[in-house]
């Protein structure tokens, strides 16, 4: 007997997100790492369970350091099927199909890690299970949102909870998808499941009643039809192709030779077919429908999928691998999509121009609600994933009060440009591996040349090594962000506004504003341990100044090393401005230190006591013991007898570059967004801008404040100023 609705619940959250697919899942997995803190989060799902097989399966090489920075990608890298190489094959004279080309599916050199597949439903798993561990944070499914207001007020305090959604609990049978929804394959059935991958599926309890959630903040990871999306007015813009595609998984058997290689198949008439080896022995063909009809729906070219069965995407297959024989007699999962490359006009509810000003979002999407795509160059997933890395620290950072709400406005600059390139990559994409060859001089046909070219270029962009965040407060440089697919927008990024200084440039060829930092080895200057500079970046929502310290062999390097040291403890310094008193020191911010000495001519106690506050702080470009030398001065560009200072966002991406003097750029650029909390010393920035209109006052007080007596004469000054 269904349970009969209740009275409504009415309940606070800081952050609630929708949907609980990878990009919902990011995001929830960074605010568990702020649980601690007293940020709270709930994310809801309409789906009955987890996804167990098909969906996304492309994990990109920026993913996957992302993981390592969460402490999960060596489960990843261990389940996964590795991609190491991609064959090209293509027609002959003949119209047979030969193996013309092969490349490295990841270019050498660009990270530690490489291309792998793995189905989504483990991913997804990985993800819950931080969370739990983390944060105790669990997805509750079975909950469809039904109304979404947010109030006129909703800038007003940071203590207020603006937006009111209305949820309702759905009944089993209402948030269990058919197995082919339309007669589709959805991949949310459980058909092979990995062992140790078990339900999280609710019980229905309260099957029909309704919850109002007040939030502060609203992340929809809701997907290409996203509710959350229409809910605040965005509106998708791009277009469909004819282009129509069918997916297989299964286990072929077969005798094309590189069925366990990454391929791209041109046949001469039948279409193309993209080969991708997976785990367990399991393939996965995509494959285009070339002699399938596209229905005219009005003005609008729809192809009805519910005609579409997985014998009609086999036997295309069949016919363009030809002379090569493939069945697959166990087909674990199949669907059918027409390629669409669209992108929304804003990622959250207020527009970019707006949120520089007293208005700041409250409302966000990410992912497959902001950008859709089709799925061959492996992007979706990744690209949705890194939507939220680049967001959920941001709010964390303006709910717990760290930052002021102007950051949040970098969400949309940063990742719609991303969202722009990967379309427009897509659509050049798309095209030439779903035309038709060229044959005898035909003009009308797609070059096979072109097409080997535009792969092996992509190849950079897909594995999100390239991102280049543009100039605004969180990024210290100038210029303007440039696209590297999209055509430029005219208008002005309104972030750019942000920015308060800027970083020197020079001081390293590698480790650049806007970009995340390539990692290699350097050594723990206590145990002689070697490490992959990314395994020290983790995850945990502070910012780390980064000081390369040069050769401490050399006189005047103390001299300039001390100094740094002496900021480091002083009232100016980060830690002692923004750190609220309750919390430990290190709460926002961090050191990892880096030297360029031979380890065993210089002691660890030499090094002044705030550049090695614990064993892990202090490394050196060293050669270890069995793992050979990384060679981290010359690999990053950087002088390795003076050094540089590197600021790190939480995310990793460089926010700052400058000499190990620049003390004081580093101050102004923090000024620009963070918050001093109740009891904490206001920096030099803050009382020039106080004290702007008394020159002679402010020259004398300054004398004082660089004497580091700051918290001295903060009272006298405001008496002054007066």
Same mark, same amino acid.
């Given at each position: 007997?269904?349970? +009969?609705?209740?009275?409504?619940?009415?309940?606070?959250?800081?952050?609630?997100?929708?949907?609980?697919?990878?990009?919902?899942?990011?995001? /929830?997995?960074?605010?568990?790492? $702020?649980?601690?803190?007293?940020?709270?989060?709930? !994310? !809801?799902?309409?789906?009955?369970?987890?996804?167990?097989?098909?969906?996304?399966?492309?994990?990109?090489?920026?993913?996957?350091?992302?993981?390592?920075?969460?402490?999960?990608?060596?489960?990843?890298?261990?389940? &996964?099927?590795?991609?190491?190489?991609?064959?090209?094959?293509?027609?002959?004279?003949?119209?047979?199909?030969?193996?013309?080309?092969?490349?490295?599916?990841? !270019?050498?050199? !660009?990270?530690?890690?490489?291309?792998?597949?793995?189905?989504?439903?483990?991913?997804?798993?990985?993800?819950?299970?931080?969370?739990?561990?983390?944060?105790?944070?669990?997805?509750?499914?079975?909950?469809?949102?039904?109304?979404?207001?947010?109030?006129?007020?909703?800038?007003?305090?940071?203590?207020?909870?603006? =937006?009111?959604?209305?949820?309702?609990?759905?009944?089993?049978?209402?948030?269990?998808?058919?197995?082919?929804?339309?007669?589709? /394959?959805?991949?949310?059935?459980?058909?092979?499941?990995?062992?140790?991958?078990?339900?999280?599926?609710?019980?229905?309890?309260?099957?029909?009643?309704?919850?109002?959630?007040?939030?502060?903040?609203?992340?929809?990871?809701?997907?290409?039809?996203?509710?959350?999306?229409?809910?605040?007015? @965005?509106?998708?813009?791009?277009?469909?192709?004819?282009?129509?595609?069918?997916?297989?998984?299964?286990?072929?058997?077969?005798?094309?030779?590189?069925?366990?290689?990454?391929?791209?198949?041109?046949?001469?008439?039948?279409? &193309?077919? +993209?080969?991708?080896?997976?785990?367990?022995?399991?393939?996965?063909?995509?494959?285009?429908?070339?002699?399938?009809?596209?229905?005219?729906?009005?003005? #609008?070219?729809?192809?009805?999928?519910? #005609?579409?069965?997985?014998?009609?995407?086999?036997?295309?297959?069949?016919?363009?691998?030809?002379?090569?024989?493939?069945?697959?007699?166990?087909?674990?999962?199949?669907?059918?999509?027409?390629?669409?490359?669209?992108?929304?006009?804003? $990622?959250?509810?207020?527009?970019?121009?707006?949120?520089?000003?007293?208005?700041?979002?409250?409302?966000?999407?990410?992912?497959? /609600?902001?950008?859709?795509?089709?799925?061959?160059?492996?992007?979706?997933?990744?690209?949705?994933? +890194?939507?939220?890395?680049?967001?959920?620290?941001?709010?964390?950072?303006?709910?717990?009060?760290?930052?002021?709400?102007?950051?949040?406005?970098?969400?949309?600059?940063?990742?719609?440009?991303? @969202?722009?390139?990967?379309?427009?990559?897509?659509?050049?994409?798309? *095209?030439?591996?779903?035309?038709?060859?060229? #044959?005898?001089?035909?003009?009308?046909?797609?070059?096979?040349?072109?097409?080997?070219?535009?792969?092996?270029?992509?190849?950079?962009?897909?594995?999100?090594? @390239?991102?280049?965040?543009?100039?605004?407060?969180?990024? @210290?440089?100038?210029?303007?962000?440039?696209?590297?697919?999209?055509?430029?927008?005219?208008?002005?990024?309104?972030?750019?506004?942000?920015?308060?200084?800027?970083?020197?440039?020079?001081?390293?060829?590698?480790?650049?504003?806007?970009?995340?930092?390539?990692?290699?080895?350097?050594?723990?200057?206590?145990?002689?341990?070697?490490?992959?500079?990314?395994?020290?970046?983790?995850?945990?929502?502070?910012?780390?100044?980064?000081?390369?310290?040069?050769?401490?062999?050399?006189?005047?390097?103390?001299?300039?090393?001390?100094?740094? /040291?002496?900021?480091?403890?002083?009232?100016?310094?980060?830690?002692?401005?923004?750190?609220?008193?309750?919390?430990?020191?290190?709460?926002?911010?961090?050191?990892?230190?880096?030297?360029?000495?031979?380890?065993?001519?210089?002691?660890?106690?030499?090094?002044?006591?705030?550049?090695?506050?614990?064993?892990?702080?202090?490394?050196?470009?060293?050669?270890?013991?069995?793992?050979?030398?990384?060679?981290?001065?010359?690999?990053?560009?950087?002088?390795?007898?003076?050094?540089?200072?590197? =600021?790190?966002?939480?995310?990793?991406?460089?926010?700052?570059?400058?000499?190990?003097?620049?003390?004081?750029? =580093?101050?102004? $650029?923090?000024?620009?967004?963070?918050?001093?909390?109740?009891?904490?010393?206001?920096?030099?920035?803050?009382?020039? *801008?106080?004290?702007?209109?008394? +020159?002679?006052?402010?020259?004398?007080?300054?004398?004082?404040?660089?004497?580091? #007596?700051?918290?001295?004469?903060?009272?006298?000054?405001?008496?002054?100023?007066?």
């Amino acid at each position: 007997m269904p349970n +009969m609705p209740g009275p409504v619940k009415e309940s606070n959250v800081d952050v609630l997100i929708i949907g609980a697919g990878p990009a919902g899942l990011m995001a /929830a997995n960074w605010f568990a790492r $702020f649980s601690k803190q007293g940020l709270t989060c709930r !994310i !809801i799902d309409k789906r009955s369970d987890k996804i167990f097989t098909g969906q996304a399966d492309g994990l990109q090489c920026r993913t996957l350091e992302v993981f390592e920075t969460f402490g999960f990608a060596d489960r990843v890298w261990k389940e &996964s099927n590795h991609m190491l190489e991609i064959c090209f094959w293509n027609p002959d004279e003949n119209g047979v199909i030969n193996r013309t080309g092969r490349i490295p599916d990841t !270019i050498p050199g !660009i990270s530690h890690y490489q291309q792998v597949v793995l189905h989504q439903g483990r991913i997804e798993r990985f993800f819950l299970d931080a969370m739990s561990h983390h944060g105790n944070i669990h997805v509750e499914r079975s909950i469809l949102p039904e109304s979404l207001t947010i109030s006129p007020s909703s800038s007003s305090t940071d203590s207020d909870y603006p =937006v009111k959604l209305q949820v309702r609990h759905l009944s089993l049978q209402e948030s269990t998808p058919s197995q082919f929804g339309s007669n589709v /394959a959805s991949g949310l059935f459980r058909q092979v499941a990995t062992e140790g991958d078990v339900s999280d599926a609710p019980s229905a309890e309260r099957t029909g009643d309704s919850e109002i959630i007040n939030a502060k903040y609203v992340i929809g990871c809701d997907g290409a039809h996203s509710w959350t999306r229409a809910q605040i007015g @965005a509106q998708m813009h791009g277009e469909q192709t004819d282009y129509i595609w069918g997916v297989l998984d299964g286990v072929p058997i077969t005798d094309f030779p590189d069925i366990r290689m990454r391929c791209a198949i041109h046949s001469e008439g039948s279409g &193309s077919v +993209m080969v991708i080896p997976r785990e367990r022995g399991v393939v996965r063909l995509y494959i285009q429908l070339a002699e399938l009809d596209v229905e005219v729906d009005g003005q #609008k070219k729809r192809v009805d999928r519910s #005609k579409i069965t997985a014998d009609m995407i086999l036997k295309a297959a069949q016919k363009i691998v030809r002379p090569y024989t493939l069945e697959m007699e166990d087909i674990e999962w199949f669907t059918a999509y027409q390629i669409g490359q669209r992108v929304t006009d804003r $990622f959250t509810n207020v527009d970019a121009t707006a949120a520089q000003g007293e208005q700041h979002p409250r409302v966000f999407i990410a992912g497959d /609600a902001c950008h859709t795509h089709s799925p061959k160059a492996g992007q979706g997933m990744n690209t949705s994933m +890194m939507d939220t890395y680049n967001l959920a620290w941001k709010i964390a950072h303006a709910v717990l009060g760290y930052s002021t709400p102007s950051i949040l406005s970098t969400y949309e600059s940063e990742r719609r440009l991303i @969202a722009r390139d990967l379309i427009a990559f897509d659509h050049k994409f798309s *095209r030439l591996f779903s035309g038709k060859p060229a #044959k005898n001089g035909d003009d009308m046909g797609i070059s096979l040349e072109e097409f080997k070219k535009v792969f092996e270029k992509g190849n950079l962009f897909a594995s999100g090594t @390239a991102v280049d965040y543009g100039p605004s407060a969180i990024v @210290a440089k100038d210029g303007k962000a440039v696209p590297q697919y999209a055509e430029p927008e005219d208008t002005d990024d309104p972030s750019a506004a942000g920015v308060r200084t800027v970083s020197r440039t020079g001081l390293s060829t590698k480790i650049l504003p806007g970009q995340r930092v390539p990692s290699t080895k350097v050594l723990n200057h206590s145990d002689a341990r070697p490490w992959h500079l990314n395994e020290l970046l983790k995850s945990t929502g502070k910012w780390r100044i980064v000081p390369f310290l040069g050769d401490p062999r050399s006189a005047s390097q103390i001299s300039r090393i001390q100094a740094l /040291a002496t900021w480091l403890d002083s009232e100016n310094s980060p830690w002692r401005r923004y750190t609220p008193p309750a919390l430990p020191v290190d709460a926002l911010f961090d050191t990892l230190s880096i030297h360029s000495a031979p380890r065993a001519e210089v002691e660890w106690f030499s090094f002044p006591p705030a550049l090695r506050r614990t064993y892990n702080s202090l490394y050196v470009d060293d050669a270890s013991y069995h793992e050979g030398h990384g060679h981290a001065y010359d690999f990053y560009g950087i002088d390795r007898e003076k050094g540089c200072l590197v =600021v790190l966002r939480p995310d990793g991406y460089v926010a700052f570059v400058g000499e190990l003097e620049d003390t004081d750029r =580093v101050e102004e $650029f923090f000024e620009g967004f963070m918050r001093v909390p109740q009891g904490c010393p206001r920096g030099l920035g803050e009382l020039r *801008r106080e004290l702007g209109a008394g +020159m002679e006052v402010k020259e004398r007080v300054l004398v004082d404040v660089q004497t580091d #007596k700051i918290g001295q004469v903060v009272q006298s000054v405001e008496e002054l100023a007066v």
